[in-house]
């Protein structure tokens, strides 16, 4: 797709249409409440997991994908006016939200990741974005609900989260997704762990508080 600055500029004067809609979005792929009783709750996941293959079959994944790079490479590559840059970023922050969304708990929709250029396209959004909350979202989801793509996580891409915790400090969205690097369906990935705590903990003294238990319960 082809558009100049003065495009993309009135593609933007209608940012808060186009970002009330993605919410929208945000709230039709939204998870069951956990204060439902679990039979209210089991139909609504149904109901969503429902929702979220018929979108997926219609290529959603790829068109919210492909909107990204777009909007990306225009703050990137176009001379913008003064405030669009701060649209573009609060539009592609919320194409992250509804792609996590679209995905959350649907182990079939997670493993459109499970290839690599689809995983580094979204590890490198990490280093790319001002705003990486969207993008760590979609990440989280994907290593939580795809076992696939954990095994497909490198040194690079596990530097690349740590490094987060320099940028953006004690983030608890990075937490999040450095802890679905250790731990999967209730199994150690060790060496996940290891390097994880050779780069955080490194050249630093801690004093770790600890408590004795009789079993660990999953």
């Known amino acids: ?58 290529g959603m994944i790829r068109i919210l994908i492909a909107a990204i790079n777009f909007f990306s490479e225009r703050r990137e590559k176009t001379l913008l006016l003064e405030g669009v840059e701060e649209k573009i970023e609060n539009i592609t922050n919320k194409l992250y939200v509804v792609l996590a ?5 649907n182990r079939a929709n997670c493993s459109n990741f499970a290839q690599t250029a689809r995983l580094n396209w979204l590890v490198n959004r990490l280093q790319s974005q001002h705003a990486s909350g969207g993008v760590l979202e979609v990440l989280h ?15 690079s891409h596990i530097l690349a989260i740590i490094g987060l915790l320099d940028r953006n400090g004690r983030d608890p969205k990075v937490l999040d997704v450095l802890c679905s690097l250790c731990v999967n369906n209730g199994v150690a990935v060790r060496a996940n762990q290891n390097l994880i705590c050779e780069n955080i903990l490194q050249r630093r003294d801690l004093l770790l508080q600890t408590a004795l238990v009789d079993h660990v319960a999953w």
């Open 1 to 58: 797709m082809s558009i100049d600055a003065e495009g993309v500029n009135h593609l933007l004067s209608k940012s808060d249409v186009v970002q009330a809609l993605l919410q929208d979005l945000i709230g039709f792929f939204s998870q069951p409440s956990l204060s439902l009783d679990h039979e209210e709750r089991q139909l609504r996941l149904k109901a969503l997991r429902n929702r979220q293959d018929l979108f997926q079959e219609e």
């Open 141 to 155: 989801s994907v290593l939580v609900d795809s076992p696939e793509v954990l095994n497909m996580i490198t040194e």
């Open 101 to 105: 969304a679209l995905i959350k708990g």
